[in-house]
């Protein structure tokens, strides 16, 4: 249903990265692309469970960030200051998309949209932010020890640490059988350093400046949808009030029964909630 394909970029950065992307539908004059972007240790995986639920007639895009999934050439400085900001911007116009896109992020992803569209709101039609890090001044006691450097909470490398990983991420009741710990163990473990120096680097250079994009996103016009966990432990659902009062239009949803892994927790949910509100967002109307 969603081939695969590996779009080849001459990079900013003399290393040449692929970036690996599934693909549903295709392009369709007066109606956005959907480009789905995942969080921090995640893929393009997360979003089959949405897509499946996203009609025929839309076009959709859900692609591995550099260092994730099946994307080739991972270069420490892509994590540096915008230079994944720029890749995406050179894999977004070899795809020659006809109108302005709908750019959808989840978690660290969410953070990567507002950036793009902060640097390139001419290339941004409408954007979805899903529980996105709100920044410094609303951080949890989860993140903050992912900032002083602990990272098993969301990089589990013992059996336990998966377990107490996947609570307090999800609310969904996930069996965990033993062939999707080893699933998680295999595909995982031995990139555990490479996502760590991935997490060192947000941290140092772009987290510190999250509250400062947020800002800027407030002289953007496209419509903006929030959606968010009410039991999120990770990125605190007090994020989902403070960026809805910061973008001029936008539209908030918070999900109970729902962690941070809002992909996990509520598929169908937020493939509705995305619809509707692309529906009741006009394209004509965005562009004005
Ligand atoms: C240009 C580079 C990017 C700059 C982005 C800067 C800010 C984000 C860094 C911190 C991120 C810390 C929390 C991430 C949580 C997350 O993504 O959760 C996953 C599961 O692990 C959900 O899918």
Redesign the pocket.
């Known amino acids: 249903m969603l081939p695969c394909r590996i779009g080849l970029l001459k990079s900013i950065l003399k290393s040449t990265a692929r970036i690996c992307y599934c693909e549903k539908g295709v392009k369709v004059a007066g109606q956005p692309s959907l480009i789905f972007i995942?969080?921090?240790?995640?893929s393009k995986r997360?979003w089959l469970s949405v897509i499946k639920h996203i009609p025929h007639t839309y076009h959709c895009i859900a692609i591995d960030l550099p260092g994730h999934g099946e994307s080739i050439g991972f270069n420490e400085e892509y994590?540096i200051g915008?230079?994944?900001?720029d890749l995406l911007k050179q894999f977004f116009d070899k795809l020659h998309f006809i109108e302005p896109i709908c750019l959808i992020g989840?978690?660290?992803?969410g953070?990567?949209v507002a950036?793009f569209a902060t640097k390139y709101p001419f290339d941004v039609g409408i954007i979805c932010l899903l529980s996105p890090?709100p920044g410094e001044e609303y951080e949890t006691d989860l993140?903050q020890q992912?900032r002083s450097g602990t990272y098993h909470s969301?990089l589990p490398e013992t059996l336990k640490q998966y377990h107490a990983a996947v609570k307090s991420?999800s609310e969904k009741k996930i069996r965990l059988t033993r062939l999707l710990t080893k699933k998680y163990f295999k595909t995982h473990l031995h990139t555990v350093n490479q996502y760590q120096r991935i997490?060192q680097i947000?941290?140092e250079h772009?987290?510190p400046n999250?509250g400062e994009t947020y800002k800027q996103l407030k002289y953007h016009t496209c419509p903006a949808f929030i959606i968010w966990g009410r039991e999120d432990k990770?990125?605190h659902p007090a994020g989902a009030q403070y960026l809805a009062k910061l973008l001029s239009k936008s539209e908030l949803i918070i999900f109970d029964d729902c962690g941070?892994?809002i992909t996990v927790d509520k598929p169908e949910e937020t493939a509705d909630a995305i619809i509707n509100f692309l529906e009741r967002n006009p394209y004509y109307e965005s562009r004005l």
């Open positions: 995942h969080g921090f240790a995640s997360t994590y915008a230079n994944v900001i989840e978690s660290m992803g953070s990567i950036m890090p993140l992912l969301i991420l997490l947000a941290f772009d987290y999250l990770l990125c941070h892994l």
